[in-house]
Structures are given as C-alpha cells and as structure tokens.
C-alpha cells in the first residue's frame, strides 16, 4: 500500500480522493498548513505528496525546494495541484524538483490514472536503480583500468588487451540479454535479424517476447552507439521486460507511453539536462485474429501487403529525452493497426536508421531511405533468408565501393506472415 500524504482544504476534492482509498491500494494522509506538512513529514516517509497551490502561496517554491533537498525525500514525488496551468509559481515549483501537476477540478478516471503511473514508476525506478548501481561498478572498474594505463606505460599493449576483453565480454552479456534468434523463428518462422553493430557493443538492439496468442518485436536505436548505447540498451530492454511479462500491456501504444515514461523517470530527466532516448518500431502481432498493431518513435514500419509497399510513420517524438512539452502536454504515442486476414501475403520490416544513413557508392552519399525502402521492396517475396543475405551484399558492395567505414549500427528486422 502506497502512503499519500494530501495537503489540501478543498473537501469536493478530499472526498474524491476518499473513494480512491477505498481501493485499499493508497493510504492517504491529509493535512491542512504547511507546519502540519512539516510535522507529518518528520514523523514518518511519504513516497508520494500531493500540495495544493493556494495553500502554498508564495511559500510554493520554498516549501518544493526544503522537501527536495532532504535527504530522507530526495527521491518523494511531488504532484501540485492547482487552478490554473499558466502559474508562474507552478513553473517555478516544477524547475525547483515538483514532477507532475494535476488541475482541479479533474475526472476520477484521469486522478487514479496520474496517482497510479507515479506509485508504479516509483516500484520500477527502485529495481532499475539497482542494475544501473551495477552497471556503474563495472564503469568504475573499466575506470581504474584507464588509470593503470596512464601510469604503466610499459604495459600498454597489455591493458589495452585487457580493456577489449572487458568490451568482448560486455558484448557476451549484450549477446546473451538479446532473444535468442531460434527462439524468435519458433515464434515467427518466416523470419530474418540482420544485426551489424559497429563497434564490440551496440546501442542498437532487437526485443521479443510470445504472450499468449500475440507476439510483441520491436527494432530499437538508443542515443549513441558503443558503450553509451549498450548501456540504454540494458536499460531498454529490462524496461520492455517488466512492462509486458509482468505487467502484460501489450497494446503497441501503451507499451511506449510507459517505456517513455519510465525511461524520463530512471535518468530523472526532469531533474538534470539528460536528453538521452531511444528511438524505436514496435509491433504486437496477433495471429490468430490475424491483426497488427504499430507504435513508432520517430523509426517506422514498412510492409508490403500483396505486393504493395506501405509505411506508417513513427511519431516525431523519442521515448524519452525531452522534458515536458507546456504547449502539448505529456507524450502520447499512437496506436496504427494493420489487418491482413484477407491478404495473400505480408511482409513486415522494422528498422534502425544506421542502413539508410550509410555513406558510401561513388559519390560517397547516404544510402538514402527510398533507396532502402526500395531495396526491401525488391526482395519481400524472396525466402527471408536470401532476403538478409542481399541486405547484406548490397551493404557491403555499398561501403566498399565508396571505400568507408561503418558509420553506426544497423538493425533490420523481417517478418513474413
């Protein structure tokens, strides 16, 4: 059970919040001045807060800010509540450490709503946490590494070797956290994963999952590529795991809204000047009623039904990254369904933007997406297998040919159904 403490007068609202604690999930504590805030605070920790700006006044900023930088509420949620969106003091409360604000009046659906994504992401940041407290260690010890560098030059081929041998191991742990692709082609047959990173770890990386009758895949492209992105990459991919194994969402566009949400959470995003994200398609195919869902951000999904080429196109926005939008709102991805239970075929392919952004050929240009979309095109009705290994060639001719290297990962999933 969640302890809610509710600094407010307003009884309308108070009686709303009693009938959510009826639920037996919250408990909450309701106080009526800042001082009994400041008592109940001393007496015992309150994951979540709830402070109504007309009781705050001027005080809103200070009172924000004292809670924040304790040390015992560093990690509270604070949600304002208030009348009025526009609120200097609002913007100010929010910059000073608030997360979240709710305007009264508000629907009982959209309160429960707020109050129940703050607690759940609360539960999933305190398990993240503890991964990236490890992943840390390990970035300590890859820096102890560099320092023996710097101070035993004579053994510098010799650190070096042991450097790469830590990347090569971490590409193991990347290798062995990916699904496996056996796995996948028990799943969806008619299948194919071309997958080149471009250094010992990527920040690409493939995700899927059978539920029932309904198989969710996605292509997902994190901030960076290397090290950086391997570690979002972990960090995606534990996120995808709890949202649809333990929490079985599997509508495409509710999987996003909480990867995003958990992802601004984790980096505290709202907090500090991170920005990183990730770039993603994904898929929640249901074979038995023979329909599709899709979800993008910013990637999209191409297919060709019945030798038709197709694209739905991502939303222009990351999971995760970018602070609150005070023209638009919170992030919302859409949902765009594909139904194919009278086609004759159907290839779907999701994919990162490393192929298309290749430089190479002649003119030493990028691949270019109509190229790419083409490409795929061109070969949807050829068995995956000789689907991937042109990918492949047609990549590799590419590069040569313009005398290149690699310039970042390149992820690209086929699904013939």
């Known amino acids: 059970m969640a302890n809610i403490l509710v600094l407010d007068k307003d009884p309308l609202f108070i009686h709303q919040i009693n009938r959510l604690a009826d639920s037996k999930a919250y408990d909450f504590t309701y106080v009526n001045t800042p001082r009994q805030l400041f008592d109940q605070l ?32 560093k990690e509270t949620d604070i949600i304002l509540l208030t009348k009025s969106r526009e609120s200097s003091i609002l913007a100010a409360c929010l910059q000073a450490g608030a997360c979240d604000f709710i305007t009264k009046p508000t629907r009982d659906l959209v309160l429960h709503a707020r109050i129940k994504s703050i607690v759940r992401s609360q539960v999933y940041q305190h398990e993240i946490e503890e991964k990236r407290l490890l992943l840390e260690n390990k970035t300590q010890k890859l820096a102890d590494v560099s320092q023996v560098l710097k101070q035993q030059t004579s ?134 009623n023979k329909k599709i869902q899709f979800a993008g951000a910013h990637n999209p999904l191409v297919y060709v039904q019945d030798g038709e080429l197709c694209q739905i196109k991502g939303d222009k926005v990351a999971v995760g990254g970018a602070q609150w939008d005070w023209e638009k709102g919170p992030r919302v991805f859409k949902k765009h369904e594909i139904d194919y239970s009278n086609s004759q075929s159907l290839s779907l392919y999701m994919f990162s933007d490393g192929y298309q952004d290749q430089f190479g050929g002649k003119k030493l240009k990028k691949f270019q997406r109509k190229n790419f979309r083409n490409l795929l095109h061109s070969v949807h009705d050829q068995p995956v297998e000789e689907q991937k290994r042109v990918l492949d060639h047609t990549l590799t001719d590419w590069i040569t040919e313009g005398n290149q290297e690699q310039v970042d990962d390149i992820l690209v999933i086929g699904v013939k159904l």
């Not at 995700?207 to 994190?222: L, N, P, Q, T």
């Open 155 to 288: 053994d510098l081929q010799q650190v070096n070797r042991n450097i790469l041998d830590s990347i090569e191991y971490a590409s193991n742990i990347q290798a062995a956290v990916l699904p496996n692709p056996e796995e996948i082609k028990k799943s969806l047959p008619n299948s194919f994963i071309f997958f080149k990173p471009r250094d010992i770890v990527s920040g690409d990386f493939y995700w899927f999952r059978e539920v029932g009758d309904k198989v969710v895949v996605a292509a997902i492209d994190c901030t960076g590529h290397g090290v950086p992105g391997a570690f979002l990459a972990i960090l995606g991919d534990s996120v995808l795991s709890r949202i649809i194994h333990y929490h079985q969402i599997l509508h495409a566009d509710e999987i996003l809204n909480e990867i995003h949400v958990n992802i601004q959470r984790t980096l505290r995003q709202n907090e500090t000047t991170s920005y990183d994200g990730m770039d993603m398609a994904l898929c929640v195919i249901d074979k038995t």
């Open 42 to 73: 001393a007496k015992g920790v309150f994951p979540v807060l709830m402070l109504d700006l007309s009781i705050l006044g001027a005080q809103a900023v200070q009172v924000v800010r004292q809670i924040k930088t304790n040390v015992h509420y």
